[in-house]
């Protein structure tokens, strides 16, 4: 039985190596194996704007992508 994960208000941050390290190998290894994954809150540790772009955040996409081509359904909320 497929099951869902929700992570909220991670604050990745170019700062922070360790936690985005965390990140990753949740998003390589246990996020494929869900049905659903819900990011919730703040995702990142600063304010993206429309023309925004740094290594983590390219990162972050394709992860995302990754994990959305292989059937998992991702939805996001944040304020």
Known sequence: MKHSYFI???????????????FVDFMQNLAPQAERLYILGDLFDFWIGDDEQSTLIQQVKDLIKSVSEQGVQCYFSAR
Do not use: K, Y
């Open 8 to 22: 909220s208000d991670l604050h990745l941050s170019e700062t922070q190596p360790e936690l985005t390290a965390l």
